[in-house]
C-alpha cells in the first residue's frame, strides 16, 4: 500500500535511545557506478545506495550494455551490493544519428550530467532526457566544455533533452571540423583535448568531466566560486584516487546529509520530564531524561562536506563552545567555521553559515531547524538551492513562513530567527529533502502534515519508517494518514 498523499507526524513524547542506520550516500554510489564502468574488471560496490536516483544511473548503464548484478545488503534494506563489469572505457551499445540510443534520467542531476560526459566515450549517437524539472536544469556548461574537447552535443537550449555524438568512428559526431591548429596540437606526444568548465550553476559539470578524463584523455580546467576549495569537486577527485582501478572492492559511505535529519532530531527533541519516586527525598521528583540518537558508522573520510554536521549548534551557548573546539575528533578541517559570529549594528550576535564553505545539502536541515536557536542565523551562498529539484530557497522560506517563523530572503540568502513555530500542511514540491527537513520539525511542533510524502524515494524510500520503527533502531514515532488520522502501519510507510 503506497504513502498517503498527506502524513502528519506526531511530536515525540518520551525519552530517545536509538542507532540508526542510514543508506549509502547518493553522491558517492552514482560516482563509483561511473568509475567501475570505466575499469578494465569486475568491482564489487558496497553499502551502495538503492534509490530512485541510483536506480536511474543502473537503469541507464545496462541500457548501454553493462552487465550489473545487484544483490541486498543485509545491513540495511536501501542498500545494495553491486557488482559492475567494467569494460576499460569501453560503451557496449550506442544508436545512430537516425535512431539515438535513449537514456531516460528522471529528475536525477547526477545521472543527467555524470552520463552526457560518459557517452562521449562510446561509439554511438545517445538522446538525454528526463522529467519536466530535469529538461529546466541547466547545462549549458557542461555543454560548452564537451563542445571544446570536439564533441557534438545538440539541444535546442543547451538543456535536455539532448543528443550527444561519441567519440569513434562517425562522421558526424562533430559539427564543424577542428580547426587545423587544435589539431596539429593533438597529433603532439602527450597532448590532451583540453576544456574549461565553470561550476557557478553546478559542481556536477566537473565531476562528470573529470570523472572520465583519463579515459578521454581529457585537460579538465576548472573555474568558477570557489573551485579550488568545491567539496564535490573535491570528492570526485578523492574517489579516483582511492578507486580501484583493476577491479575490486569499493565500500561506499553511509549519507552524511540524510544522517543529519536525525541528528537534527537529538538536537531539537525536548528531553521529557517524568515524576519518579526518590528514596532520597520520600516523595516523587521531576526527573529529565536525556536523548541519545546515534547514526551508526557517520562517516569520517572528509569525503562528504556533511560530515560536519553533527558539530550544528542549536543554542548560542553551543555555538560558542562550537567555535572553541578547534579541531573535532574526526579530523574535518573546520577553519572554515570561525567565522560564524559577528556583530550587527543593534550588537545582537548572528551565526553566517555557508553553503559552499560549510555545510552542503545538510544546510537545509540546519536551515529548518533554526528558529530553535537563541540568536538569528544567516544563511549565504544558497544560489545553487535555487536549481536543484525545486526552488529550494523560496520553498524554504514559504513553507518556514506557514510554521510561524521570521524568514527573511535577500538575494541568495536567508536569515532565520527565533521563532515560536505552530502546525501547517507543508507542500514538498516533489523535493525529498523538503518531505524529510520537516519532517523533523514534526517531531517537536505539533500538526506538522507532509504532502506527498513519497517524494524521498529519490534518495531516502525508507525514511519514514526509520522514523517510526521501534527503539533502538528507529525513533519510535507516530505517522498518521491526515485525512483519516489513522496510524500507519510499518509496510505503508515505504516510498515506492
Not at 45 to 56: C, H, N, P, R, V
Not at 293 to 306: A, E, L
Not at 313 to 335: C, I, M, Q, R, Y
Not at 338 to 357: G, Q, Y
Request: some cysteine.
Amino acid at each position: 500500500m503506497p504513502l498517503p498523499e498527506l502524513i502528519e507526524i506526531v511530536p515525540l513524547d518520551k525519552p530517545i535511545c536509538a542507532e540508526i542506520t542510514v543508506p549509502g550516500s547518493k553522491s558517492i554510489t552514482n560516482r563509483a557506478l561511473i568509475l567501475a564502468a570505466l575499469t578494465n574488471g569486475s568491482t564489487i560496490l558496497k553499502g551502495a545506495l538503492w534509490s530512485e536516483d541510483t536506480q536511474i544511473m543502473v537503469d541507464c548503464l545496462k541500457q548501454l550494455g553493462f552487465e550489473i548484478k545487484v544483490q541486498p545488503d543485509p545491513e540495511e534494506f536501501c542498500n545494495r551490493t553491486i557488482t559492475v563489469h567494467g569494460l576499460g572505457g569501453q560503451i557496449p551499445r550506442g544508436g545512430t544519428a537516425d535512431e539515438p540510443l535513449e537514456l531516460f534520467v528522471g529528475n536525477a542531476g547526477t545521472a543527467a550530467r555524470f552520463l552526457s560526459a560518459f557517452v562521449c566515450l562510446g561509439d554511438g549517437v545517445y538522446r538525454i532526457h528526463g522529467v519536466p524539472r530535469m529538461h529546466e536544469r541547466p547545462q549549458a556548461a557542461l555543454f560548452s566544455s564537451l563542445r571544446q574537447l570536439g564533441y557534438r552535443v545538440d539541444s535546442a537550449n543547451d538543456r535536455l533533452p539532448a543528443i550527444v555524438y561519441g567519440t569513434e568512428g562517425h562522421s558526424h559526431r562533430v559539427v564543424k571540423p577542428l580547426s587545423a591548429k587544435f589539431a596539429a596540437d593533438l597529433t603532439l606526444p602527450g597532448a590532451k583535448r583540453t576544456c574549461t568548465v565553470s561550476i557557478e550553476q553546478s559542481s556536477q559539470f566537473a565531476s562528470a568531466l573529470l570523472l572520465c578524463a583519463k579515459t578521454g584523455d581529457w585537460l579538465v580546467n576548472v573555474v568558477g566560486e570557489n573551485a579550488e576549495e568545491s567539496p564535490y569537486v573535491a570528492m570526485t577527485s578523492k574517489m579516483i584516487e582511492s578507486f580501484p582501478q583493476k577491479g575490486g572492492e569499493f565500500q561506499v559511505e553511509p549519507d552524511a546529509s540524510s544522517g543529519s535529519y536525525f541528528i537534527a532530531a537529538q538536537k531539537i527533541a525536548e528531553p521529557p520530564t517524568q515524576m519518579e519516586y526518590s528514596e532520597q527525598w520520600k516523595t516523587e521528583v521531576p526527573t529529565q531524561y536525556l536523548n541519545s540518537i546515534t547514526v551508526i558508522s557517520w562517516p569520517d573520510s572528509g569525503c562528504q562536506i556533511d560530515e560536519r554536521f553533527q558539530f550544528f549548534p542549536t543554542t548560542g551557548a553551543l555555538l560558542h563552545h562550537f567555535l572553541e573546539l578547534g579541531e573535532n575528533p574526526f579530523s574535518v578541517d573546520l577553519k572554515a567555521w570561525d567565522k560564524f559570529v559577528w556583530d550587527t549594528p543593534d550588537n545582537l550576535k548572528e551565526a553566517v553559515i555557508s553553503r559552499n564553505a560549510d555545510l552542503g545539502d545538510s544546510i537545509m536541515t540546519a536551515i529548518v531547524i533554526s528558529p530553535f536557536m537563541d540568536d538569528p542565523i544567516r544563511f549565504t551562498d544558497l544560489g545553487r538551492l535555487r536549481l536543484q529539484e525545486t526552488e529550494r530557497v523560496v520553498a524554504l522560506r514559504t513553507e518556514l513562513t506557514k510554521c510561524g517563523a521570521r524568514v527573511e530572503e535577500q538575494g541568495d540568502t536567508l536569515t532565520v530567527y527565533p521563532s515560536k513555530l505552530h502546525g501547517a500542511e507543508i507542500e514538498t514540491y516533489n523535493d525529498h529533502r523538503m518531505a524529510m527537513c520537516f519532517a523533523v520539525l514534526g517531531l517537536k511542533v505539533p500538526g506538522i502534515k507532509i504532502r506527498n510524502p513519497s517524494c524521498v524515494k529519490k534518495t531516502f524510500p525508507n525514511f519514514f519508517q526509520k522514523l517510526a520503527t521501534a527503539q533502538p533502531k528507529g525513533l519510535g514515532v507516530t505517522i498518521l494518514d491526515a485525512t483519516t488520522r489513522r496510524p500507519l502501519g510499518f509496510d505503508e510507510l515505504f516510498a515506492d
